[in-house]
């Protein structure tokens, strides 16, 4: 069983259009984590939900909106896609006792 | 504020030799560490982290780091190389207790036949 998962794994689209990326985890954990690993490989965190609650929102632009409707989801809606937004992005999830966060295999988001 | 230095963006063994990957951190209370491993086009996988418990931390596939507060480091060793270990390594520092993670930029490991 895949503990955490990302739909899809590859997702093209024009500039201008609006898209999601779906996380699901089946650990049972109350944390959740959105990263951007850009085309140099760095990772930055962007937002992170505990228990459906906000708990980190870094400096992203507000076209980005996390949505969690559960504990074991953390979708990224992303409005008027731009060029720079194309990355891999990897949710990730942790239990909220515990130190070690699990990632899902990425969403490699290409904007033309 | 926490940050991680990884020393070297790509390190090149020959099969068989020494793995070293270094990892430099700034933390302004005691921190947790970890690496990560990447292989190509998947998610990163924990290899092993230290949470202030024993200094020398074994991880998986025969990996180990040492914590070195003097030194500030918590460099990835492995006695010999595999091809298998081919991949990208993340050295990540949190403050505390892991809810957040500062990534350093990586080390594309290549191993030679």
């Known amino acids: 069983d895949t503990a955490v998962s990302q739909t899809p794994k590859y997702l093209v689209t024009q500039m201008g259009n609006d898209k999601s990326i779906k996380c699901e985890q089946n650990?049972?954990?109350?944390?959740m984590y959105w990263y951007k690993q850009d085309s140099k490989k760095f990772l930055k965190i962007m937002f992170s939900?505990?228990?459906?609650?906000?708990?980190i929102n870094e400096t992203v632009p507000n076209r980005f909106s996390p949505k969690s409707p559960d504990k074991a989801h953390l979708n990224l809606h992303i409005n008027s896609l731009e060029l720079g937004d194309s990355a891999v992005y990897f949710c990730?999830?942790?239990?909220?006792?515990?130190?070690?966060?699990?990632f899902g295999p990425g969403t490699r988001l290409t904007v033309l | 504020a926490q940050s991680v230095t990884q020393l070297g963006s790509h390190v090149s063994v020959s099969e068989g030799a020494l793995v070293l990957l270094r990892c430099n951190y700034s933390?302004?209370?005691?921190?947790?560490l970890f690496w990560y491993v990447q292989y190509p086009n998947q998610g990163l996988q924990l290899l092993l982290k230290?949470?202030?418990?024993?200094?020398l931390v074994k991880g998986i596939n025969g990996f180990e780091a040492e914590f070195k507060k003097s030194e500030t480091s918590f460099h990835l060793t492995k006695p010999s190389a595999h091809m298998s270990d081919a991949a990208e390594y993340f050295c990540?520092?949190?403050?505390?207790?892991?809810?957040?993670?500062?990534f350093g930029e990586g080390t594309q490991l290549t191993v030679n036949p």
């Open positions: 990730a999830s942790r239990k909220g006792s515990t130190d070690t966060q699990y």
């Open positions: 939900y505990n228990n459906k609650e906000l708990i």
């Open positions: 990540a520092v949190s403050e505390g207790d892991g809810s957040r993670l500062t």
């Open positions: 933390s302004s209370v005691p921190p947790y």
């Open positions: 230290y949470t202030s418990a024993a200094t």
């Open positions: 650990l049972g954990h109350d944390t």
